[in-house]
């Protein structure tokens, strides 16, 4: 298998949009669910990232990412027929798709992109989308127009106001709940600061919300409990037992703690990539 | 010429002459395995034991007294005829032994490496019980690992019989499912290896570390498959990228064997397991050896704790290869911490010796209570409780039991949990009418055989933990039950 990059969009300054070749994977995912990519299939970082959306027929998957560290930094310097290193998947358990009612879908920043399939299959089914989508300003705001069409209604808040209403995404949010008929459940995607206040929010209108969370994994397959998070007291390891959890439950300041185990090697790595760059004359 | 090469000589004479008694044998002193010196690899990555030397093997070949019902193989999962591969090394015909053991077991590179020789094979040898101390019995492993590694570099490929027309799923490349595709494959079938990770071997390359078993080892016998024509898919997750049910109605599999493995580690639901700084032993493991993050910003991506004082919990050859490959990746001390003595510990008694030539701590005895971290969430220590062993338990050995009031604390940043997995719930959760036990395991027949029709399983994810032989000696069961099958 190749894993072509078909196509490549950057949708802001840090996030970009891969087409690539993966028919079996296009085949079998469902929404919800994610792959372990890796550019480089001898050394290469394996990095979960959810399938942001799929064409059996063209048998390709979308990823979109936020470049971070060396890893994604590497992958948003490919180019369109360049090929990743591999990508395995689908993995993690799809998203539970039913006729609830009205659905609140609560997108921040790059968390839009796994939100959008899910919420895509939540109006399939029938369902009332409500949707809110957060960035921190006008720039770094992806798939507003893909949202509104799959919306009944569509808010849109910026942290600095350069565009929509300017506010967190908890404020429409607690509006919302607030309303006379409130909505059956709600999804939010995105920082992990923002979904723990977002279940925050939730939680006192008793608005059962689900997360979908993103752990630094390894395998991605059970094997190595990097991934584990605290729900309800309980040990869950995202990559089998979720992604998606009940919001209520998960303990988000131990979460973000395991998040940033790696960030001062992360940050050296980054570096020496960008100056490798440099020396050898790219831009 | 030295002082061993003479008293081989002298014994062959003897040997040929026919006069080599018992007592000659005996008196033959055990050979020791020559190893990298015990500072030095503190810092690198290659293997430890150096292998026998040609004379050294047919001395130690020698030793074996040829016993008549020869018990060594009553130890062996496999019943590799010992005795008599042991006599051809003894005679100097290393290519009959190697040909004797290859009748029973495929992989005797890793074998020779990796079985707990101690309590199968050599548990057994009347020489061990003639010194009543089980280290002086013949070292059938290393002979075993001296004639693999004269084999190797001209490692013919097994024969293939007449395409059959049948096809065969195997899903994971550890040590079963070579075992699998090699049998199967010789049988005829078309034989396809699902595997999910980037990188073909299972447990082989992601678990046992490099200096215990080079992964160039693990990969001459992937592409002795490949050149019998097995196809070897990676990336590719059963139960997720395909099912087993969509492999066999849509993909036109025959057949499927399940060698997953376990691949669900336990942790130990303390207070502070979910600090930065814990670790299951997969995940340090994986990290280290798979993705090769000892190299990391020098061509690895994969980044690993950077650890000044580390403890490993458990005492089996998972907590070893985590406490020695802590000590190559530069952590100052590295405790290995656990309840009971070092009697009880599960880890061969060589992985016992290397941790400790290396510099690892025992701290037996003694079990966490919990761990202790900072306010960002980093693991600053460790809680823990001192034990004296009771009355065995149902596994035979003394059970630990802790001593009340006896807590202290210990300075450590990093932790390895290294007691064990539980089984990993990818294909219960997507094959439904398989059958399962109460723990997560597939249960089978004799035969390997699962609930299902034409599916087979073995290895951890039938046995719970086992070794790479116990894994190897199912897929031999489950390759022959599945020919029969696909001939019936």
């Given at each position: 298998m190749s894993f072509k990059i078909l196509s490549k969009k950057q949708l802001s300054e840090n996030v970009f949009q891969l087409d690539v070749e993966a028919p079996l994977v296009a085949r079998s995912r469902k929404a919800g669910q994610f792959v372990i990519v890796s550019v480089d299939e001898d050394a290469g970082e394996r990095i979960p990232l959810t399938i942001a959306g799929a064409d059996p027929q063209k048998g390709s998957i979308r990823l979109i990412f936020q470049r971070v560290g060396k890893a994604t930094a590497q992958m948003a310097d490919l180019h369109e027929a360049d090929a990743l290193g591999y990508i395995a998947g689908p993995l993690g358990q799809p998203t539970h798709i039913q006729k609830f009612g009205s659905v609140v879908c609560v997108g921040g920043g790059i968390g839009n992109a796994p939100l959008l399939p899910i919420a895509t299959a939540l109006k399939e089914a029938d369902n009332q989308i409500i949707s809110i989508l957060g960035a921190r300003n006008q720039e770094l705001l992806i798939l507003e127009d893909e949202f509104k069409k799959i919306s009944d209604e569509l808010i849109v808040v910026t942290d600095d106001g350069s565009y929509g209403r300017k506010a967190l995404v908890t404020e429409p949010l607690k509006e919302i709940c607030s309303r006379d008929s409130k909505p059956d459940c709600a999804i939010t995607i995105g920082p992990a600061v923002m979904m723990k206040f977002c279940c925050e929010t939730t939680k006192g209108f008793n608005v059962p919300t689900q997360v979908s969370l993103n752990t630094i994994m390894v395998d991605g397959t059970g094997m190595c409990g990097g991934c584990r998070v605290e729900v309800g007291g309980q040990t869950k390891f995202v990559c089998v037992d979720g992604p998606e959890f009940d919001g209520h439950q998960v303990n988000f300041e131990q979460m973000m703690k395991r998040m940033s185990a790696y960030k001062a090697l992360e940050q050296k790595a980054l570096e020496k990539y960008r100056d490798h760059k440099c020396k050898i004359g790219l831009k | 010429?030295?002082?061993?090469?003479?008293?081989?000589?002298?014994?062959?004479?003897?040997?040929?002459?026919?006069?080599?008694?018992?007592?000659?044998?005996?008196?033959?002193?055990?050979?020791?395995?020559?190893?990298?010196?015990?500072?030095?690899?503190?810092?690198?990555?290659?293997?430890?034991?150096?292998?026998?030397?040609?004379?050294?093997?047919?001395?130690?070949?020698?030793?074996?007294?040829?016993?008549?019902?020869?018990?060594?193989?009553?130890?062996?999962?496999?019943?590799?005829?010992?005795?008599?591969?042991?006599?051809?090394?003894?005679?100097?015909?290393?290519?009959?032994?190697?040909?004797?053991?290859?009748?029973?077991?495929?992989?005797?590179?890793?074998?020779?490496?990796?079985?707990?020789?101690?309590?199968?094979?050599?548990?057994?040898?009347?020489?061990?019980?003639?010194?009543?101390?089980?280290?002086?019995?013949?070292?059938?492993?290393?002979?075993?690992?001296?004639?693999?590694?004269?084999?190797?570099?001209?490692?013919?490929?097994?024969?293939?019989?007449?395409?059959?027309?049948?096809?065969?799923?195997?899903?994971?490349?550890?040590?079963?499912?070579?075992?699998?595709?090699?049998?199967?494959?010789?049988?005829?079938h078309e034989v396809t290896i699902f595997e999910a990770f980037h990188k073909p071997g299972g447990v082989m390359v992601y678990g046992i570390p490099e200096f215990r078993l080079p992964k160039s080892i693990v990969q001459e016998e992937i592409d002795v498959l490949k050149k019998m024509g097995v196809e070897l898919i990676c990336n590719f997750i059963v139960g997720?990228?395909?099912?087993?049910?969509?492999?066999?109605?849509?993909?036109?599999?025959?057949?499927?064997?399940?060698?997953?493995?376990?691949?669900?580690?336990?942790?130990?639901?303390?207070?502070?397991?979910?600090?930065?700084?814990?670790?299951?032993?997969?995940?340090?493991?994986?990290?280290?050896?798979?993705?090769?993050?000892?190299?990391?910003?020098?061509?690895?991506?994969?980044?690993?704790?950077?650890?000044?004082?580390?403890?490993?919990?458990?005492?089996?050859?998972?907590?070893?290869?985590?406490?020695?490959?802590?000590?190559?990746?530069?952590a100052e001390n590295v405790y290995l911490v656990y309840r009971r003595s070092e009697k009880e510990m599960p880890a061969r008694v060589e992985e016992?010796?290397?941790?400790?030539?290396?510099?690892?701590?025992?701290?037996?005895?003694?079990?966490?209570?919990?761990?202790?971290?900072?306010?960002?969430?980093?693991?600053?220590?460790?809680?823990?409780?001192?034990?004296?062993?009771g009355e065995p338990d149902d596994s035979g050995r003394r059970r630990p039991v802790a001593i009340e009031g006896s807590e202290f604390e210990i300075d450590v940043d990093t932790v390895i949990v290294a007691i064990g997995n539980g089984a990993n719930p990818l294909i219960q959760q997507t094959t439904p009418g398989l059958e399962f036990n109460k723990w997560g395991n597939i249960v089978v027949d004799e035969n390997c055989k699962t609930s299902l029709q034409g599916v087979y399983a073995g290895g951890d994810i039938v046995l719970g933990a086992a070794t790479v032989i116990l894994a190897m000696g199912q897929g031999r069961i489950a390759a022959a039950a599945i020919n029969q099958y696909l001939h019936g």
């Amino acid at each position: 298998m190749s894993f072509k990059i078909l196509s490549k969009k950057q949708l802001s300054e840090n996030v970009f949009q891969l087409d690539v070749e993966a028919p079996l994977v296009a085949r079998s995912r469902k929404a919800g669910q994610f792959v372990i990519v890796s550019v480089d299939e001898d050394a290469g970082e394996r990095i979960p990232l959810t399938i942001a959306g799929a064409d059996p027929q063209k048998g390709s998957i979308r990823l979109i990412f936020q470049r971070v560290g060396k890893a994604t930094a590497q992958m948003a310097d490919l180019h369109e027929a360049d090929a990743l290193g591999y990508i395995a998947g689908p993995l993690g358990q799809p998203t539970h798709i039913q006729k609830f009612g009205s659905v609140v879908c609560v997108g921040g920043g790059i968390g839009n992109a796994p939100l959008l399939p899910i919420a895509t299959a939540l109006k399939e089914a029938d369902n009332q989308i409500i949707s809110i989508l957060g960035a921190r300003n006008q720039e770094l705001l992806i798939l507003e127009d893909e949202f509104k069409k799959i919306s009944d209604e569509l808010i849109v808040v910026t942290d600095d106001g350069s565009y929509g209403r300017k506010a967190l995404v908890t404020e429409p949010l607690k509006e919302i709940c607030s309303r006379d008929s409130k909505p059956d459940c709600a999804i939010t995607i995105g920082p992990a600061v923002m979904m723990k206040f977002c279940c925050e929010t939730t939680k006192g209108f008793n608005v059962p919300t689900q997360v979908s969370l993103n752990t630094i994994m390894v395998d991605g397959t059970g094997m190595c409990g990097g991934c584990r998070v605290e729900v309800g007291g309980q040990t869950k390891f995202v990559c089998v037992d979720g992604p998606e959890f009940d919001g209520h439950q998960v303990n988000f300041e131990q979460m973000m703690k395991r998040m940033s185990a790696y960030k001062a090697l992360e940050q050296k790595a980054l570096e020496k990539y960008r100056d490798h760059k440099c020396k050898i004359g790219l831009k | 010429m030295d002082a061993q090469e003479k008293m081989l000589n002298e014994l062959i004479k003897k040997q040929q002459a026919d006069e080599l008694k018992a007592k000659d044998r005996y008196e033959i002193p055990a050979q020791d395995m020559p190893a990298q010196d015990g500072i030095k690899r503190r810092s690198n990555m290659n293997e430890v034991a150096l292998g026998y030397t040609e004379t050294q093997a047919r001395l130690e070949a020698m030793r074996c007294l040829q016993c008549k019902n020869a018990p060594c193989v009553e130890g062996c999962p496999v019943r590799i005829r010992i005795r008599d591969f042991v006599v051809a090394i003894a005679e100097g015909n290393n290519e009959e032994a190697i040909s004797i053991i290859k009748h029973n077991s495929l992989l005797p590179a890793v074998c020779g490496r990796v079985c707990p020789q101690e309590v199968q094979c050599q548990e057994y040898c009347t020489v061990g019980k003639k010194f009543k101390d089980p280290e002086k019995s013949v070292s059938i492993g290393r002979l075993e690992r001296y004639v693999a590694d004269l084999a190797k570099e001209g490692d013919e490929v097994p024969g293939v019989a007449l395409p059959t027309g049948k096809k065969v799923a195997i899903i994971g490349s550890g040590p079963g499912g070579i075992v699998v595709a090699a049998d199967v494959r010789r049988a005829g079938h078309e034989v396809t290896i699902f595997e999910a990770f980037h990188k073909p071997g299972g447990v082989m390359v992601y678990g046992i570390p490099e200096f215990r078993l080079p992964k160039s080892i693990v990969q001459e016998e992937i592409d002795v498959l490949k050149k019998m024509g097995v196809e070897l898919i990676c990336n590719f997750i059963v139960g997720r990228t395909r099912t087993i049910e969509q492999l066999m109605t849509e993909d036109g599999f025959d057949a499927v064997y399940v060698g997953v493995g376990a691949g669900l580690p336990k942790f130990m639901n303390i207070e502070g397991e979910h600090l930065v700084g814990v670790y299951s032993a997969n995940e340090y493991l994986t990290r280290a050896n798979l993705m090769k993050a000892y190299q990391f910003g020098k061509g690895a991506d994969t980044p690993i704790a950077v650890s000044k004082n580390v403890a490993v919990l458990g005492g089996g050859n998972v907590a070893m290869d985590s406490a020695r490959m802590a000590v190559r990746l530069g952590a100052e001390n590295v405790y290995l911490v656990y309840r009971r003595s070092e009697k009880e510990m599960p880890a061969r008694v060589e992985e016992v010796h290397h941790a400790k030539e290396e510099g690892v701590q025992f701290c037996t005895l003694q079990n966490p209570k919990r761990i202790l971290g900072d306010d960002q969430g980093n693991v600053v220590g460790m809680e823990c409780l001192k034990y004296e062993l009771g009355e065995p338990d149902d596994s035979g050995r003394r059970r630990p039991v802790a001593i009340e009031g006896s807590e202290f604390e210990i300075d450590v940043d990093t932790v390895i949990v290294a007691i064990g997995n539980g089984a990993n719930p990818l294909i219960q959760q997507t094959t439904p009418g398989l059958e399962f036990n109460k723990w997560g395991n597939i249960v089978v027949d004799e035969n390997c055989k699962t609930s299902l029709q034409g599916v087979y399983a073995g290895g951890d994810i039938v046995l719970g933990a086992a070794t790479v032989i116990l894994a190897m000696g199912q897929g031999r069961i489950a390759a022959a039950a599945i020919n029969q099958y696909l001939h019936g």
